[in-house]
């Protein structure tokens, strides 16, 4: 690089000759240190104007123009030469002279006062200027922040959710208008106020307990539908939720509430609740809510907790409804609801409507059985008088089932059952009375209850089976017929016998598959004893129950029947009681003529139990009748009563014959009985002596034995 | 979409800031105690820090001039501190008079200071932005307004790279930028790299974590990287000195002390 000096430039020089300063080490002083960031060309402008300067300072030789060179040292600085170690270069480039020349000492001293002035004055605009950038984005930055706290406190006043700021002792500091509102408050009516003090009886459960946890630092917020009391003592429902504000260090300082009133919303889901629990006519808890209460009194109860169940049916509700009309029966219904809630609400029980004239009284936490009696004889008492309707005063009275039972016994669902089953206990008892459960009669009852509900799956299961009895000639003790008896391998309760079980059948409906079942099977084993044994196989009796005889298509089913297995209908014998036949006009006394013509016989069973209405055996095409039972097996007694009861059987015994109707006596347990019956003249006897129901196998091992037949033929 | 700044950032003089500090190295008096203090100690543990802000300025002024000579008239520059010599409008405008830039800078302080200094240029705008937050960035009316004329831009990222964290996506940001970008853009990059000073590298960042803008040197492979989608052109990275100097003498003996990488790369 050349020496940006002019020519004609005059100055200083060194004890070598050179001028001060020397250009080449200036030029290179400057290039090394800010030069190294500005365009060579620029470097170079600046390289020039200051060697210039220094040199025009030395210009005169008597007089040192000092603001020549204190220019050369402002320029740099200009131009971000702020470096100490550039001015400790330039002063030691400027005093190449030597020590010794004076000129160069004061070159430099003036060189370095303009450097230093004008760092001065640069670094002063330059802090002034970086001062007035802080203050400017300080005050930037608060105008933002006083922005954002106006757009805060806007949002806190004017929003639609109720907001609260507390500390976390609980003191409220800040409410906005929304709150106010939901609470009726005035401005200043929550101030110095306490959290704690808006409790209210229906809060739920765990919301304080959320809360201590929250403004104890456990958690951090809770959210949960709570009521609080407004200022003029109504209730209003809010969703709340709380939040804790912590500082930096995490120390809990504020909590922040936002309710919501749903006041509205919850009165609708409360009327929704009422309606879906309580029944419309009467305005008590309905079943479902019955329920639910009393599941309740067994979810987690006290060691030694006890309950009580009322339940009440009322008594002659049917002819009510039946003759005055259902508008008259809901009246009375409505009544009857009024009078056992104020009779009992105020006892602290439950009244619930179950269903048509159903009632039942729950007792939570009862003292005893006294107490549930007590309660009965309120429902009772409640009852006693009339109830005046439309100008009627109707009586009506109740019967009761009363259980008490520690709620550790039972179940729901046993207790109910058990207090419906007591309830029948009453019925039967006769009405207008409240009975007490009874563990033993309770079981009995239970079991009855089992049959009726399991009944009808056990037939698809094969539960039910038929065992034979014989009916055997009393001339010579032979057999002549087996009746069919359906038997039940109950799962639970074991075998069963058609009189604990055909009441439910013929109640449930049952009785109609099962009869035909019964049918099929009975007339199979039949036929299958007539391929066996020709006509030594005995005639088969099969009973036929009142709801079969007034089945229309019985006649057609019989007909299927005995033809599917292939049975001569002669060998059918039916067997009907009293009570199936009504009159000479009932339609069932047809099916029975169609089915005589067809070739079954049919016997009259039981007979004298029932009306024994001897006119009618005269109009029904029988052939055969079947003393009850009873008539025989109660002669064991002695004296008068013996000889009245022998005269009754041969009085029937007569009667039959005269009637044309063969004889068979039941319930004979003894040789003495068959012997007089036989010389009575009866034809055939049923019972012990001649042997108990038995498997079909028996009867064929029976009839072989009796034929001196050989097993394996 | 970022969550409107509800309280403002506060700011804390207090604390080293990069652009001050930054200053200081330059030898500027846009600081405070703080800064300066900062400076003092990283100058002590790598004398050659002012050294290297010099090359880093020379590294703008020649990219600048070097776009402006190829017709460039739209400047984005993010990350542009406290502009105290040589900023972007100046030499750009040496050869495009009607150059047109946006700053860019998330310290309140420097955008104070640029504000206060470009108050009366109309052609020029100051953003309080985090590039961190591009789409936030890209959104701001003014950097909206400087690309949407659909004329070529160029987006200098000198010495700002670099205090982005991996965990905020560096070249997530760049792909943002680009796609924002009109075609014939430019990018000029300059990011300080792990392999020239491998000895002051650790030392250097360690410092930088205590500021509010912890520092994060990387491989020169990763830089390269951060070209992608444009075509660099000639030198390619290179370490500071090296890139297009006005004289073969300053690129000096051992460039990789500089440590800055940088390139300027065309999008197509």
């Not at chain 1, 159903?358 to 009862?366: A, P, S, W, Y």
């Not at chain 1, 109950?490 to 016998?497: E, I, N, R, S, T």
């Not at chain 2, 190829?70 to 010599?85: A, E, H």
């Amino acid at each position: 690089m050349t020496s940006p000096l002019p020519a004609e430039q005059q100055g200083s020089t060194d004890s070598a000759g050179r001028s001060i300063p020397d250009p080449d080490r200036w030029s290179s002083l400057l290039r090394g240190s800010q030069g190294a960031a500005m365009h060579p060309d620029a470097l170079h402008r600046l390289v020039s104007r200051t060697t210039e300067l220094l040199q025009l300072a030395q210009a005169e030789e008597d007089a040192l123009d000092t603001g020549a060179a204190a220019e050369a040292g402002a320029l740099l600085v200009e131009s971000h030469f702020t470096d100490p170690d550039l001015l400790a270069g330039a002063i030691g480039l400027l005093q190449a002279g030597g020590p010794g020349q004076l000129r160069c000492a004061e070159l430099a001293g003036a060189f370095a006062a303009g450097w230093a002035e004008a760092l001065r004055e640069r670094t002063l605009q330059e802090q002034e200027a970086i001062r007035l950038a802080a203050d400017t984005a300080r005050r930037e930055a608060e105008r933002a922040l006083r922005e954002s706290e106006a757009r805060f406190r806007a949002l806190f006043e004017s929003a639609a959710i109720g907001i609260g700021i507390g500390d976390v002792e609980g003191n409220i500091l800040a409410v906005n208008k929304a709150l106010q509102d939901i609470f009726g408050a005035r401005p200043g009516d929550m101030q110095g106020r306490r959290v704690n003090d808006l409790v209210h009886p229906e809060d739920s459960p765990g919301v304080w307990e959320a809360y201590e946890e929250m403004v104890s630092g456990k958690r951090d917020h809770f959210s949960l539908d709570k009521p609080y009391y407004r200022q003029d003592g109504e209730v209003v429902w809010t969703h709340l939720t709380c939040s804790l504000i912590r500082d930096d260090d995490g120390t809990p300082v504020y909590q922040v509430a936002m309710l919501e009133d749903i006041t509205d919303r919850y009165r609708l889901q409360e009327r929704l609740r009422h309606q879906a629990t309580h029944d419309p006519l009467t305005g008590l808890p309905n079943r479902s809510a019955f329920f639910e209460r009393l599941e309740a009194v067994f979810d987690s109860p006290e060691p030694g907790a006890r309950f009580g169940l009322c339940y009440v049916d009322l008594d002659g509700f049917k002819v009510v409804n039946d003759s005055l009309g259902h508008e008259m029966g809901d009246q009375l219904l409505a009544a009857v609801a009024l009078r056992l809630e104020s009779a009992l609400r105020p006892l602290g029980h439950l009244v619930a409507r179950l269903g048509g004239d159903e009632f039942v009284v729950l007792l939570e936490d009862c003292r005893g059985e006294q107490e549930a009696v007590a309660a009965a004889k309120t429902v009772l008492a409640a009852l006693a008088k009339p109830v005046p309707i439309d100008g009627h005063r109707l009586a009506i009275g109740a019967s009761i089932g009363v259980l008490e039972r520690p709620v550790a016994a039972t179940t729901p669902m046993a207790a109910v059952r058990a207090a419906d089953l007591t309830l029948y206990r009453a019925k039967e008892e006769g009405r207008g009375r409240w009975t007490l459960f009874d563990p033993q009669r309770n079981a009995r009852s239970v079991s009855r209850y089992a049959v009726s509900v399991r009944m009808p799956v056990a037939l698809d299961r094969g539960e039910f089976f038929i065992d034979y009895q014989p009916l055997c000639r009393l001339s010579d003790g032979s057999l002549s017929a087996v009746e069919a008896l359906v038997r039940w391998r109950h799962p639970q309760l074991g075998v069963l016998g058609p009189d604990e079980f055909i009441g439910t059948a013929e109640e449930t409906g049952l009785i109609m598959p099962l009869g035909r079942w019964v049918l099929e099977q009975a007339c199979g084993q039949a036929a299958d004893w007539v391929r066996q044994f020709g006509d030594r196989a005995p005639q088969i009796n099969v009973n036929l129950a009142v709801r079969q005889v007034r089945n229309a298509g019985l006649v057609t089913d019989i007909d299927r029947i005995l033809r599917s297995c292939g049975l001569d209908p002669s060998r059918l014998q039916l067997e009907i009681t009293e009570s199936a036949v009504v009159g000479p006009k009932d339609e069932s006394l047809r099916a029975l003529h169609s089915l005589v013509d067809m070739g079954v016989s049919l016997a009259v069973d039981d007979f004298g139990t029932g009306w024994s209405n001897l006119a009618y055996l005269r109009d029904l095409p029988v052939s055969s009748l079947k003393i009850a039972g009873s008539f025989v097996s109660d002669l064991k007694e002695t004296g008068r009563e013996q000889q009245l009861g022998w005269r009754i059987v041969g009085g029937l015994v007569s009667l039959s014959h005269s009637l044309g109707l063969t004889v068979t006596a039941e319930g004979v347990e003894n040789a003495d009985h068959a012997t007089r019956l036989r010389q009575m003249g009866c034809d055939r006897a049923q019972g012990w002596h001649f042997g108990r129901p038995a498997r079909p196998e028996e009867i064929v091992r029976r009839i072989m034995e009796e034929h001196d037949l050989k097993p394996d033929k | 979409m970022r969550r409107p700044s509800w309280v403002p950032e506060g700011m804390d003089l207090d604390r080293p800031a990069a652009a001050r500090v930054y200053d200081y190295y330059l030898g500027g008096s846009h600081n405070f105690a703080a800064d300066r203090e900062m400076a003092r100690k990283a100058i002590e543990l790598w004398p050659d820090l002012p050294l290297i802000m010099r090359a880093n300025r020379a590294f703008l002024r020649r990219a600048v001039t070097f776009l402006a000579q190829q017709g460039f008239t739209r400047f984005l520059d993010i990350g542009s501190g406290i502009p105290t010599f040589g900023a972007v409008h100046e030499v750009a405008r040496e050869f495009q008079p009607d150059s047109r830039v946006v700053y860019v800078d998330k310290d309140p302080v420097a955008v104070a200071h640029s504000r206060l200094l470009l108050e009366d240029d109309k052609a020029c705008a100051v953003v309080d932005a985090d590039l961190t937050d591009p789409q936030d960035l890209l959104s701001r009316p003014e950097v909206a307004e400087l690309l949407g004329a659909g004329e070529p831009v160029a987006l200098l990222l000198v010495a700002v790279l670099h205090f982005v964290t991996d965990e905020q996506d560096p070249e997530g940001i760049l792909a943002t930028l680009r796609d924002a970008l009109p075609p014939g853009s430019a990018l000029a990059i300059c990011h300080a790299s792990l392999e020239g000073r491998p000895d002051q590298a650790e030392t250097h960042q360690a410092l930088y974590r205590r500021t509010p803008t912890p520092m994060k040197m990387r491989s020169a492979e990763r830089i390269n990287r951060f070209f992608e989608g444009f075509e660099l052109v000639e030198p390619g990275v290179v370490y500071l000195p090296q890139w297009r100097p006005e004289e073969p003498a300053a690129v000096g003996e051992h460039p990789e002390r500089m440590v800055g990488l940088v390139g300027v790369g065309l999008l197509p």
